[in-house]
């Protein structure tokens, strides 16, 4: 994995912008430890930061390839898993490739192919591509979103970066919030609207999307997205297909030069993914390395919800003696928590899901100090429909966005000359309405069918964006390269597919995904009730929050955040003892108290000028 970031301009001499560049390659050095590169010419410069994985001679950046009389230039975040068959098909067409590199599969793909390369690439990725002699930028995002790529549009030129703080170290875009940005933040955050990179002129391409920039200007093209098929299989048919998309997409992610091992968390998706790992690196006489994260003393204050129905400590411990793994338990402290809520602000650009990100973030930096890339189970519940809200017919029914149901509540919160500037419900139902009506679907579908549909269409573009945004920024922000099988867009096309009958099989959740494995876990992990991302459950969470709110924001009258909420809703929040979730089922009374403490931090660090 890698941090790219580059400037076209048709107005300027790109470089004479070299100093630009290298502050944009410098803040993006904790995605790319290992290496670091630059090109520059009269109208396009990139810059690179590179974690080896693949390669590490061969592989470096930015990469230069003659082809057709002309020059082609590449940045490239993210890994490639069918290299070897895209390096047959090309060589069969007489592309020679001078390293094992991914990277020179993608380029020498689209030299070949164009931008119908991008068909044939099963991955994750974000590149760039400059072709000097027709002085055109072709930048493509992959399918599911899992790399990130962000641009602005500047006088006569663009800029990019896998993170947003590249763009803002150029210093041709300022970090200015204007009235959507605060819609985002205070009614959608942590999640994001498709394309919004929040700050004014900084967008993000969308998942499954290209662009090209030439002098003839901008344009953005979706060249993938879910679409509805006949369903023809029979279930013992889709149990064998899906048993193979499963175990394919991961034994592909394990190929690597450098170390590879799994988180684990005792829950389904990981343990699946932990089990395939496990048989796969024993036929090569490995032996798989397995982490999860605890919280100090979670056990002596753990609650059983409706949510979150039993800790994970016990089921880790079946697992890791199922699998025979070197086992490594990191446990976080509340203080430590605490502090990497700021962290995770600098890791993300953006205030995000508060210790569920800080916690991950810390997670990270401890399984880097003896690895390099990890797979995790991220996805399965969006794909499988393993939430909730996939199975309570009263939740799946209910209009709008099922994780977010409290615009009331964030409303709440907004200074009154905020609340007249706002029509919060008009901005999220449109956000709402807009994705629905993207919903591919064959006709005469079953109401249930029809809304399963919507479902999946919803939690793809949103919440699933909101968890690879976070699981993205804070394993880069470590140095440590984090891949998510489940996000196999060849499993996510033929699920969208698959009947909900088919998928709820033995009216249980992920019930298809349980039965397609079943012979890869122990009983009693196989069929354990879904328990999300653990989070501390320590009363000493909430009583720290609670003070750095006093301490940071409640004691100065000119805490940036007074700007957009009210103080008394704050005063409020830190009194309130019937939580109202503010996303999901991860973030109740402590994380949002956390999270608008990420705000302010957020608006006084990166020097926001709200508009």
């Given at each position: 994995?890698?941090?790219?970031?580059?400037?076209?301009?048709?107005?300027?001499?790109?470089?004479?912008?070299?100093?630009q560049?290298?502050?944009?390659?410098?803040?993006?050095a904790?995605r790319?430890?290992?290496?670091?590169?630059?090109?520059?010419?009269?109208?396009?410069?990139f810059?690179?930061?590179?974690?080896c994985?693949?390669?590490?001679?061969g592989?470096?950046?930015?990469?230069?390839?003659?082809?057709?009389?002309?020059?082609?230039?590449?940045?490239?975040?993210?890994?490639?898993?069918?290299?070897?068959?895209?390096?047959?098909?090309l060589?069969?067409?007489?592309?020679?490739?001078?390293?094992?590199?991914?990277?020179?599969?993608?380029?020498?793909?689209?030299?070949?192919?164009?931008?119908?390369?991008?068909q044939?690439l099963?991955?994750?990725?974000?590149?760039?591509i400059?072709?000097?002699?027709?002085?055109?930028?072709?930048?493509?995002?992959?399918?599911?979103?899992?790399?990130?790529?962000?641009?602005?549009?500047?006088?006569?030129?663009?800029l990019?970066?896998?993170?947003?703080?590249?763009?803002?170290?150029h210093?041709?875009?300022?970090?200015?919030?204007?009235?959507?940005?605060?819609?985002?933040?205070?009614?959608?955050?942590?999640?994001?609207t498709?394309?919004?990179?929040?700050f004014?002129?900084i967008?993000?391409l969308?998942?499954?999307?290209f662009?090209t920039?030439?002098?003839?200007?901008?344009k953005?093209?979706q060249?993938?997205?879910?679409?509805?098929?006949?369903?023809?299989?029979?279930?013992?048919?889709?149990?064998?297909k899906?048993?193979?998309?499963?175990?394919?997409a991961?034994?592909r992610?394990l190929?690597s030069?450098?170390?590879?091992?799994?988180?684990?968390?005792?829950?389904?998706?990981?343990?699946?993914?932990?089990?395939?790992?496990?048989?796969?690196f024993?036929?090569?006489?490995?032996?798989?390395?397995?982490?999860?994260?605890?919280?100090?003393?979670?056990?002596?204050?753990?609650?059983?919800?409706?949510?979150?129905?039993?800790?994970?400590?016990?089921?880790?411990?079946?697992?890791?003696?199922?699998?025979?793994?070197?086992h490594?338990?990191?446990?976080?402290?509340?203080?430590?928590?605490?502090?990497?809520?700021?962290?995770a602000?600098?890791?993300?650009?953006l205030?995000?899901?508060?210790?569920?990100?800080?916690?991950?973030?810390?997670f990270?930096?401890?399984?880097?100090?003896t690895?390099t890339?990890?797979?995790?189970?991220?996805c399965?519940?969006?794909?499988?429909?393993?939430?909730?809200?996939?199975?309570?017919p009263?939740?799946?029914?209910?209009?709008?966005?099922?994780?977010?149901?409290?615009t009331?509540?964030?409303?709440?919160?907004?200074?009154?000359?905020w609340?007249?500037?706002?029509?919060?419900?008009?901005?999220?139902?449109?956000?709402?309405?807009?994705?629905l009506?993207?919903?591919?679907?064959?006709?005469?579908l079953?109401?249930?069918?029809?809304?399963?549909?919507?479902?999946?269409?919803?939690?793809v573009?949103?919440?699933?964006?909101?968890?690879?945004?976070?699981?993205?920024?804070?394993?880069?922000?470590?140095?440590?390269?984090?891949r998510?099988?489940?996000?196999?867009?060849?499993?996510a096309?033929y699920?969208?597919?698959?009947?909900?009958?088919?998928?709820?099989?033995?009216?249980?959740?992920?019930?298809?995904?349980?039965e397609?494995?079943?012979?890869?876990?122990?009983d009693?992990?196989?069929?354990r009730?879904?328990?999300?991302?653990?989070?501390?459950?320590h009363?000493?969470?909430?009583?720290?929050?609670?003070?750095?709110?006093r301490?940071?924001?409640?004691?100065?009258?000119?805490?940036?955040?007074?700007?957009?909420?009210?103080?008394?809703?704050?005063?409020?929040l830190?009194?309130?003892?019937?939580?109202?979730?503010?996303?999901g089922?991860?973030?109740?009374?402590p994380?949002t108290?956390?999270?608008?403490?990420?705000?302010?931090?957020?608006?006084?660090?990166?020097?926001?000028?709200?508009?």
């Open positions: 994995m890698c941090g790219i970031a580059g400037e076209i301009s048709f107005t300027s001499d790109v470089r004479e912008h070299q100093n560049l290298l502050l944009m390659q410098k803040v993006l904790p790319g430890p290992d290496q670091k590169g630059l090109y520059l010419s009269p109208h396009a410069g810059a690179h930061r590179r974690l994985v693949i390669d590490p001679d592989g470096k950046q930015p990469m230069i390839r003659s082809f057709g009389g002309g020059n082609y230039v590449i940045v490239y975040n993210g890994e490639l898993y069918n290299t070897a068959q895209i390096r047959s098909e060589e069969q067409q007489g592309a020679v490739f001078t390293t094992h590199s991914d990277t020179e599969a993608v380029l020498l793909s689209y030299l070949h192919w164009g931008d119908a390369c991008l044939k099963n991955g994750i990725f974000a590149f760039a400059w072709d000097e002699n027709n002085r055109r930028l072709f930048a493509a995002r992959d399918r599911i979103g899992v790399k990130p790529f962000f641009f602005a549009e500047t006088k006569g030129g663009l990019f970066s896998s993170e947003i703080k590249g763009i803002l170290a210093g041709a875009i300022e970090p200015i919030l204007e009235q959507d940005g605060v819609a985002e933040i205070l009614l959608m955050g942590p999640g994001r498709p394309g919004c990179g929040v004014r002129d967008r993000e969308k998942p499954g999307y662009l920039f030439g002098e003839n200007g901008l953005e093209t060249y993938w997205k879910l679409l509805d098929h006949p369903f023809t299989d029979s279930f013992s048919q889709c149990v064998e899906t048993r193979f998309l499963v175990t394919d991961i034994e992610q190929v030069d450098v170390p590879v091992c799994t988180f684990l968390s005792g829950g389904l998706d990981s343990s699946l993914i932990s089990s395939v790992a496990s048989r796969y024993a036929k090569q006489g490995k032996k798989l390395s397995t982490f999860s994260v605890g919280y100090k003393d979670n056990e002596k204050y753990f609650k059983k919800s409706k949510f979150q129905p039993n800790s994970d400590p016990a089921y880790i411990r079946i697992m890791a003696d199922y699998l025979g793994s070197d490594h338990d990191v446990i976080l402290d509340t203080p430590e928590l605490v502090r990497g809520l700021y962290d602000v600098d890791a993300r650009d205030p995000g899901m508060a210790d569920v990100d800080s916690s991950l973030l810390l990270c930096r401890e399984i880097k100090k690895g890339v990890a797979l995790s189970g991220e399965a519940d969006e794909i499988f429909g393993g939430y909730p809200w996939y199975r309570d009263q939740i799946r029914s209910r209009y709008g966005f099922p994780w977010a149901q409290t009331d509540y964030r409303m709440g919160f907004l200074r009154d000359e609340a007249q500037k706002i029509d919060g419900h008009a901005y999220v139902d449109a956000r709402y309405r807009a994705t009506a993207q919903t591919d679907r064959q006709p005469g079953s109401e249930t069918e029809n809304r399963m549909k919507e479902m999946m269409n919803l939690n573009h949103w919440f699933m964006q909101t968890l690879l945004d976070r699981k993205d920024r804070m394993s880069m922000a470590t140095g440590l390269e984090v998510v099988p489940f996000c196999d867009y060849r499993i096309e699920l969208y597919t698959v009947p909900w009958e088919f998928k709820d099989y033995n009216h249980t959740e992920k019930g298809l995904l349980r397609a494995m079943k012979d890869y876990l122990p009693e992990v196989l069929w009730k879904k328990s999300p991302y653990p989070k501390t459950h009363p000493a969470y909430r009583a720290a929050v609670e003070r750095e709110m301490e940071t924001i409640l004691s100065d009258p000119n805490a940036p955040i007074l700007q957009l909420v009210k103080r008394d809703a704050l005063t409020h830190l009194e309130e003892s019937n939580p109202t979730p503010w996303y089922q991860l973030m109740n009374t994380q108290i956390a999270y608008l403490l990420q705000v302010n931090y957020w608006l006084q660090k990166y020097r926001v000028d709200i508009r």
